[in-house]
C-alpha cells in the first residue's frame, strides 16, 4: 500500500506570493492533518480535515487555510507569504478522525520565503 | 492548553548504552501520549504510545513510562544501535489534537 505522498517536494517562492500544497493519504483513509515543522517552534498543529470538513484547527492566522476532496485528497494554501512562513509541512493521515488513531506521515513539502 | 516541554535537546550515547528522553505536560486531562522517530529528509513515524490508565509499555528495546501524578512521560531505548540515530518526538493529547514537543537529537556512535 502507497504512504502518504506529498507534492511538490520543495518549492521557493517569494514574500507576498501564495502558495499551494498537496497531500494524497493512504489508500482507505479519511482524515488528513497538516503540519508545520520549523527550527524553533518544533511541530505545530495547522488543522484536521475528515470528510471533507474542517474538525480542528491550531493557532495559526487566516493566511493558512485547506481544503479537502471527495477522494480525501487534501491541500492546504497559504496567501501573502512572510520568511517566517518558511518551513517543513507535513501532512499526516488517518484512518478516521480522532488522536488515538495513528497517524501516518508524508516526507513533507519544503518551502523557502525568500 | 495543553504544553509539552521535552529533555534533552540532544543526547549522543554510544551504542549498546541506553537512552532516555523526558518530557512534561501541563494538561492533568491528558490521556495519550505517542512517541515519534524521525529520520533525515522523512516524515515522523509513530514508534510506541501509552494511554492514561497504564503506567508503562515495552515493545522489544523500546519502552515508555508515564507517571501522571507527576505529569511527565518518558521514552526508554535499551542496547542502542546506529539505526535508532534520529530525531524524536514526544506529543500529548489537547483535545483532538496533538501537542509536540521540541525534540530531541539522538546520536549512536558505533
Known amino acids: 500500500k502507497a504512504g502518504v505522498t506529498q507534492t511538490p517536494r520543495y518549492l521557493i517562492k517569494t514574500r507576498g506570493q501564495q502558495v499551494t500544497l498537496s497531500c494524497s493519504p493512504i489508500s482507505g483513509h479519511r482524515s488528513v492533518s497538516w503540519y508545520q515543522q520549523t527550527p524553533g517552534q518544533g511541530l505545530q498543529f495547522l488543522f484536521e480535515y475528515f470528510s471533507e470538513t474542517q474538525r480542528n484547527k491550531g493557532n495559526f492566522p487566516g493566511r493558512f487555510s485547506g481544503r479537502q476532496f471527495s477522494n480525501s485528497r487534501s491541500e492546504m494554501n497559504v496567501s501573502t507569504l512572510e520568511l517566517g512562513d518558511s518551513a517543513l509541512y507535513l501532512c499526516a493521515s488517518r484512518l478516521t478522525s480522532g488522536v488515538e488513531y495513528e497517524q501516518y506521515f508524508g516526507p513533507g513539502t519544503r518551502l523557502t520565503v525568500t | 492548553g495543553e504544553n509539552v516541554e521535552q529533555h534533552p535537546s540532544t543526547l549522543s550515547v554510544q551504542e549498546g548504552d541506553s537512552a532516555v528522553i523526558k518530557c512534561t505536560y501541563s494538561?492533568?486531562?491528558?490521556?495519550?501520549f505517542p512517541w515519534y522517530k524521525q529520520e533525515l529528509g522523512k516524515g515522523p513515524q509513530l514508534i510506541i504510545d501509552?494511554?492514561?490508565?497504564?503506567g508503562e509499555k515495552k515493545d522489544q528495546r523500546i519502552a515508555v513510562t508515564l507517571n501522571k501524578t507527576a505529569k511527565h512521560f518518558s521514552l526508554h531505548i535499551t542496547e542502542t544501535q546506529p539505526e535508532d540515530s534520529a530525531v524524536y518526538f514526544c506529543?500529548?493529547?489537547?483535545?483532538?489534537?496533538?501537542?509536540f514537543g521540541t525534540g530531541t537529537r539522538l546520536q549512536v556512535f558505533p
Open positions: 494538561d492533568s486531562a491528558s490521556n495519550y
Open positions: 506529543a500529548a493529547r489537547d483535545t483532538d489534537k496533538l501537542i
Open positions: 501509552i494511554r492514561s490508565n497504564v
